[in-house]
């Protein structure tokens, strides 16, 4: 599914936050940060993720599309009868950390536990955040593929993925590194890919 967010200025959201079934200690954390109705990226992609769809979605930094995601992955990891993870990878130190920390944001007070992976911090600490079983693991390519190597990142059972800012990723030469990582993962996975544009290359690449 390919979304391409409607224009900001026309934008009239169909939903408001309490609206897309979200549990009730997620819509408490939107409500107190002052969050009542969705931007375009997430009024499209909330319930399509929420109804497990894989998706492509348009987005550019500022759209608020961590949320996008980050919101309706809360629901399925907490409102999963089985154990339930996700991995979001980003192509820099700094995505990576405001990735991690909306789901802190969002997930406030249900026990939602996170893991930062990435280049430049301790290795030992990242190891023993990986071995709580973190419902969400966020890192950069490179540091997460060392970790696997390492035997301490195993994703045989992670079956929800992220890819933001895909097409930079692409750019800084880090596919290898992703199918390294797709590889490890569960084959029967959701797949959410965030990009500013829609190449061919990107195309292929999910295919």
């Known amino acids: 599914v390919i979304l391409i967010p409607a224009n900001e200025v026309k934008f009239v959201p169909k939903h408001n936050f309490t609206q897309f079934g979200l549990l009730p200690a997620i819509v408490g954390n939107l409500t107190?940060?002052?969050?009542?109705h969705p931007t375009p990226i997430q009024d499209e992609c909330i319930p399509l993720i929420l109804a497990g769809h894989d998706i492509i979605g348009l987005a550019n930094t500022g759209t608020g599309k961590t949320a996008a995601f980050a919101l309706p992955i809360i629901q399925l990891i907490k409102s999963a009868k089985e154990a339930k993870s996700v991995i979001a990878i980003a192509p820099t130190r700094e995505l990576a950390l405001q990735i991690e920390d909306e789901f802190r944001l969002f997930s406030r007070g249900m026990d939602f536990r996170t893991a930062l992976c990435v280049g430049g911090s301790n290795m030992f600490k990242q190891k023993q955040n990986l071995s709580r079983n973190p419902h969400a693991i966020?890192?950069?390519?490179?540091?997460?593929?060392d970790l696997i190597n390492q035997g301490a990142l195993k994703l045989g059972?992670?079956?929800i993925l992220v890819l933001d800012e895909f097409d930079r990723m692409l750019d800084m030469g880090f596919i290898n590194d992703i199918k390294t990582i797709v590889g490890k993962m569960h084959k029967d996975r959701q797949s959410l890919c965030f990009s500013a544009t829609i190449s061919n290359d990107i195309k292929k690449n999910l295919d």
Request: glycine letters at 18%; charged letters at 20%.
């Open 157 to 159: 059972s992670t079956k």
């Open 32 to 36: 107190a940060k002052g969050f009542v």
């Open 138 to 145: 966020i890192g950069t390519p490179g540091r997460l593929v």
